[in-house]
T-cell receptor, first 111, second 117 residues
Framework: KQEVTQIPAALSVPEGENLVLNCSFT??????LQWFRQDPGKGLTSLLL?????REQTSGRLNASLDKSSGRSTLYIAASQPGDSATYLC??????????FGTGTQLKVEL | GAGVSQSPSNKVTEKGKDVELRCDPI?????LYWYRQSLGQGLEFLIY????????KSGLPSDRFSAERTGGSVSTLTIQRTQQEDSAVYLC???????????????FGAGTRLSVL
């Protein structure tokens, strides 16, 4: 059974700091890995999707890497802003396209 | 519509009552997924549909839970004889479909928050 773990569970940083969120998964047989953002009371917003054959994806200040063989992914956020405050979830896609989610990292960026 | 729509946004019910949760996917998306997000359990897969059929129901927690999809569009998740442990946010997502799924980004609705008293 696929298990996805995220570290840290919570993180508080001052505005402008660069930060890294970590995700690990136990079964490397995945189609892709996605990073989502969840704001309180709202659904999930997909930030980046890395296909299993790719090593990284970039979107603006976000960069996600994937090392499928070691079962790890990182989400790098550059020059963090208060608007980045949210819960970040990683999820892997396995058979049937269903997502297995990590436990999430709750990020707070302070002024 | 522009995105995945779920209704109601909030539902409060009494233990033992039946509830129906609705999901309206993005037009043209053939795949539809239900997930549950509860405290202490994180976000869990429940069931997915390809068209009107459900190839994977493995995440449904008990036989009190059922779901259907009609016309390849709207889906309804039904919980019979609700229990307090059913309290959670129920999220629906939709996507296009490819044979391998590598590019199937799932787009999520805002969810239905269910509270069972």
């Amino acid at each position: 059974k696929q298990e996805v773990t995220q570290i840290p569970a919570a993180l508080s940083v001052p505005e402008g700091e660069n930060l890294v969120l970590n995700c690990s998964f136990t079964d490397s047989a995945i189609y892709n890995l996605q990073w989502f953002r969840q704001d309180p009371g709202k659904g999930l917003t997909s930030l980046l999707l890395i296909q299993s054959s790719q090593r990284e994806q970039t979107s603006g200040r976000l960069n996600a890497s994937l090392d499928k063989s070691s079962g790890r992914s990182t989400l790098y956020i550059a020059a963090s802003q208060p608007g980045d405050s949210a819960t970040y979830l990683c999820a892997v896609t396995g058979g049937g396209n269903k997502l297995t989610f990590g436990t999430g990292t709750q990020l707070k960026v302070e002024l | 519509g522009a995105g995945v729509s779920q209704s109601p946004s909030n539902k409060v019910t009494e233990k033992g009552k039946d509830v129906e949760l609705r999901c309206d996917p993005i037009s043209g998306h053939t795949a539809l997924y239900w997930y549950r997000q509860s405290l202490g359990q994180g976000l869990e897969f429940l069931i997915y549909f390809q068209g009107n059929s459900a190839p994977d129901k493995s995440g449904l927690p008990s036989d009190r839970f059922s779901a259907e999809r009609t016309g390849g569009s709207v889906s309804t998740l039904t919980i019979q004889r609700t229990q307090q442990e059913d309290s959670a946010v129920y999220l629906c997502a939709s996507s296009t479909w490819t044979s391998q799924g590598a590019k199937n980004i799932q787009y999520f609705g805002a969810g239905t928050r269910l509270s069972v008293l």
